[in-house]
């Protein structure tokens, strides 16, 4: 804890209050001395779903790793618009339009709010998103969206370069 209830005033956000930190003790009560981990197995598995809806609907390949833990993915727009229409296209895409405008775009068309990587230390391009408070069919709908619009800024490349 970095400041205890009663420094919150003089360090802002920086302390949990007393009820926030009761219930952080609660919970780290139950992950120490619940044994069946039935709630940590069903939790990895609702996750597990929600990272294969999102990536299997962009078209992208998700690398496995073990130690992932699908609570955020984010994704690379830069790294998936080469793979898919090249390094020219990359170029395009970073001169003619912003790095938030996928974010800007899925949010005003599907309704769907994800944050852009690079406030979060990421890359600039990158698209990350939280896999702990959508439905799975949420994700569907984020991963066609992301590769539709990645389509469409291809498609308005293509059409610049006749």
Known sequence: MVADSRQVALNHTAGLSLPQQVQMSLFASFALLDRSNAYKDKIHEIL????????????????????????????DMTVWAEKLYGEEFVSYLKKNFEPVDVVFRLAEETSLVLLNGGGFNGPEWSIRASLANLNEEDYVVIGKGIARILKEYADIWKQSKK
């Open 48 to 75: 597990q779903k929600r990272i294969k809806a999102l990536w299997d609907n962009t078209g992208f390949t998700l690398l496995e790793d073990p130690l992932r833990a699908n609570y955020y993915t984010e994704i």
